[in-house]
């Protein structure tokens, strides 16, 4: 199959704190990352593509210095929310991509909701 | 630019009957399309894909859907549903050949509610 972990499932913060969102693919090599935010009721909006040893590429209105993004390996991408505000409480769900079997299709972990306080 | 609508926002069906869940497409390239399925509070499931080959693709748990190219559709089907297939659907499209390192576009999903 294809695994992919976030941890932590779910945190709570106090407003002006700093929240890190770990992504890992378990059984594949991911060259590429992606970072989404998923509001009640609404679909998926892509904050974010990371590969593996570059900088992250961000959407259109989606703040890089408030949403730092990682992708030191390829197993691991990580999200950190700076400086956190009670408007980024969402569902964050990450996704890995790799080559071979796993080329062309996302793969994606089972969510962090994040609420701050 | 590509564009994935979802024509049905909720769809409520009698456990047994049989269901569609409509995905309409637009691209001026080939593409890439899936279907994921949501459970609450959880990520999204892989349910089906196609990439190339055969039309008609299936899934281990009874969904299959087909590419039509003319109709740029993409809707899935089940014959038989069950309470357990109670979730939300979202329709994806990405472009193969694009530099976009296999970005996917959203439809907005469906709520398939399965009623005893």
């Known amino acids: 199959g294809a695994v992919v972990s976030q941890h932590p499932s779910w945190v709570i913060c106090k407003s002006g704190t700093s929240v890190k969102i770990e992504c890992r693919s378990l059984?594949?090599?991911?060259?590429?990352m992606f970072w989404y935010r998923q509001f009640p009721k609404q679909s998926l909006m892509l904050m974010a593509t990371s590969n593996e040893g570059s900088k992250a590429t961000y959407e259109q209105g989606v703040e890089k210095d408030k949403f730092l993004i990682n992708h030191a390996s390829l197993t691991l991408s990580t999200l950190t929310v700076t400086s956190a505000h009670p408007e980024d409480s969402s569902f964050y769900i990450c996704?890995?991509?790799?080559?071979?079997?796993?080329?062309?299709?996302?793969?994606f972990g089972p969510g962090t909701r994040l609420t701050v306080l | 630019a590509q564009s994935v609508t979802q024509l049905d926002s909720q769809v409520p069906v009698f456990e047994e009957a049989p269901v569609e869940l409509r995905c309409n497409y637009s691209?001026?390239?080939?593409?890439?399309l899936f279907w994921y399925v949501q459970y609450p509070n959880q990520g999204l499931q892989l349910l089906l894909k196609y990439l190339s080959g055969s039309t008609l693709v299936e899934s281990i748990n009874g969904f299959e859907a087909e590419f039509n190219k003319s109709q740029t559709s993409f809707h899935l089907r089940k014959p038989s549903v069950h309470i357990s297939d109670t979730a939300e659907y979202f329709c994806a499209v990405s472009d193969p050949g694009s530099s976009n390192t296999g970005k996917l576009i959203f439809g907005q999903g469906t709520t398939l509610q399965v009623k005893p």
């Open positions: 691209s001026s390239v080939s593409v890439y």
């Open positions: 059984d594949f090599q991911a060259t590429t």
């Open positions: 996704s890995a991509s790799g080559g071979g079997p796993k080329a062309g299709t996302q793969y």
